[in-house]
């Protein structure tokens, strides 16, 4: 598929915002749009097939979001992160996820520690086969924050989700991150079946920190290209 293709948008008109942002997220995501590049409308109305105002407000959007940022006569580029930003990310997703877990053991239904062990088949299937594994590890935390019960803590993880993404994706770029990344979503999930609060939270701590290492290494290998 050509990198035009894929940033293509279907013609519906209800959903065609909605389609250029989830475009254009994606292909942030993907690097297929690399951090510090600049994002000229008139380039994306040609890539998506749809209109200026439509790529308006789906860059608006994504400014939102933190994936995107508005820079002073030079217009819109896609969001750098550095390390020390990433560092500071990492290390409030492990505070936030500790507390997730210990949420998760201590509140959730048996209907939830079932969905969050499916939620954790899928990543291990998708793992196995070489796949791409950030939507699957969405809903298995999607699981997990249920779980918890805690409306507050999953608010304000949702306003970190799409810079969190970034570095998600990024991580998972390091060989055998994914591998790694699976055992210890694994982890997680016998320490939450074997109803054992503390070693969840210290499980989601110890995923996250090993995330930030591979992190990390790849924004180091991202510089120096």
């Known amino acids: 598929m050509t990198r035009a293709n894929a940033l293509r948008v279907e013609r519906a008109p209800a959903l065609i915002r909605s389609q250029v942002v989830e475009n254009l997220r994606q292909a942030i995501l993907d690097r297929r749009l690399a951090p510090g590049q600049r994002l000229i409308e008139r380039e994306l109305v040609e890539l998506t097939g749809v209109s200026r105002t439509s790529v308006r407000e789906a860059l608006r959007e994504l400014a939102a979001e933190g994936l995107v940022t508005?820079?002073?006569?030079?217009?819109?580029?896609?969001?750098?992160?550095?390390?020390?930003?990433?560092?500071?990310?990492y290390q409030v997703r492990s505070v936030l996820e500790g507390l997730a877990g210990r949420l998760f053991v201590e509140n959730a239904t048996?209907?939830?520690?079932?969905?969050?062990?499916?939620?954790l088949e899928r990543v291990e299937r998708l793992t196995a086969k070489g796949s791409t594994v950030l939507a699957a590890k969405d809903s298995f935390y999607d699981v997990l924050f249920e779980g918890g019960g805690n409306d507050a803590l999953r608010v304000v993880v949702g306003g970190l989700h799409a810079r969190v993404s970034v570095l998600r994706s990024l991580s998972l770029s390091v060989p055998g991150?994914?591998?790694?990344?699976?055992?210890?979503?694994?982890?997680?999930?016998?320490?939450?079946?074997?109803?054992?609060?503390?070693a969840a939270a210290a499980a989601c701590a110890r995923h996250v920190e090993e995330a930030c290492r591979a992190g990390l290494i790849a924004l180091s290998e991202q510089d120096s290209a």
């Open 110 to 119: 048996a209907a939830q520690r079932t969905a969050l062990v499916r939620a």
């Open 70 to 89: 508005a820079i002073p006569n030079k217009g819109m580029v896609v969001t750098s992160v550095s390390a020390e930003e990433a560092r500071q990310l």
């Open 177 to 198: 991150r994914a591998e790694h990344s699976a055992k210890e979503l694994r982890a997680i999930v016998d320490a939450v079946l074997a109803g054992d609060a503390d």
